[in-house]
């Protein structure tokens, strides 16, 4: 019995890949990288049409760790966003090519003021690097008042 707890431990992290651990937002994503993202995603959320206002967005470490994770941290329910595969060349210019190569559809969130994003680097099978990244948005449920009956 008392081998089971140290092995269903051991189980667990190891099905997470030690992603739950360890997560440091301003060492994936340094603040001068934050800062590429925050204004390569307000520059191409001002062109959507019939929406006046969109508010610049802030950078945030919960929604990041969200999104590195995949686990989120209100009522267990995972905010809107984007995932999204892009060739590395720079680390500025990957991560604006990656913005741009956004749908609309997946940027288009009124109401968010805060975003968080991971990047995870891998290489692909001819040998020539590439950046996933994954953003998450604080959306509609987080600016609304709920009440529940």
Not at 46 to 55: D, S
Not at 69 to 90: E, K, M, V
Not at 98 to 103: R, T, Y
Request: charged share 15%; aromatic share 10%.
């Amino acid at each position: 019995m008392n081998l089971h707890t140290p092995s269903l431990v051991f189980c667990i992290l190891l099905l997470a890949k030690g992603q739950v651990l360890g997560y440091d937002c301003n060492e994936n994503i340094p603040k001068s990288r934050q800062q590429v993202l925050l204004e390569a995603i307000d520059l191409r959320r001002e062109p959507i049409p019939y929406i006046a206002n969109l508010p610049n967005l802030t950078y945030s470490c919960a929604l990041a760790t969200e999104a590195f994770t995949g686990i989120s941290s209100i009522l267990g329910l995972p905010h809107d966003g984007f995932t999204i595969t892009s060739p590395f060349t720079t680390w500025d210019e990957t991560l604006k090519t990656a913005v741009a190569n956004v749908p609309y559809k997946d940027l288009w969130y009124p109401r968010a003021t805060q975003v968080g994003c991971a990047v995870d680097m891998q290489t692909g099978g001819n040998g020539s690097p590439y950046v996933i990244l994954k953003c998450k948005f604080n959306t509609f449920r987080d600016n609304m008042n709920y009440q529940y009956m």
